[in-house]
Nanobody, 124 residues
Framework: QVQLVESGGGLVQAGGSLRLSCAAAGRAFNNYAMGWFRQAPGKEREFVAAISWSGSSTSYSDSVKGRFTVSRENAKNTVYLQMNSLQPEDTAIYYC?????????????????WGQGTQVTVSS
């Protein structure tokens, strides 16, 4: 069973940047796509970004496209989410997740393991 641990969240002013990291321990990381999701207070969890097993393919939600970048280092069993030009509406708990397959997916039911989340708060 894989364990996922997110880090890098915090409080930042609007227009600022943060980089989230997700370290995976346990079963093979390199063979699986990884995703980032977020959940704001009172809202449902939503897709943010995903990356294929090789890193050659990525996918983003419309709300973060052009501002966020997902990447991975398979040698370090780590996936990243670089978040630039942050806005108050980006405030949420951010979760990383390991997909059941190698293809980047926007659908949360395709993800088999989830981290505990890291809080991102953007002040105006």
């Amino acid at each position: 069973q894989v364990q996922l641990v997110e880090s890098g969240g915090g409080l930042v002013q609007a227009g600022g940047s943060l980089r989230l990291s997700c370290a995976a321990a346990g079963r093979a990381f390199n063979n699986y796509a990884m995703g980032w999701f977020r959940q704001a207070p009172g809202k449902e969890r939503e897709f943010v970004a995903a990356i294929s097993w090789s890193g050659s393919s990525t996918s983003y939600s419309d709300s973060v496209k052009g501002r966020f970048t997902v990447s991975r280092e398979n040698a370090k069993n780590t996936v990243y989410l670089q978040m630039n030009s942050l806005q108050p509406e980006d405030t949420a708990i951010y979760y990383c997740a390991k997909n059941r397959y190698g293809v980047a997916s926007t659908y949360d039911y395709t993800y088999a393991a989830w981290g505990q989340g890291t809080q991102v708060t953007v002040s105006s």
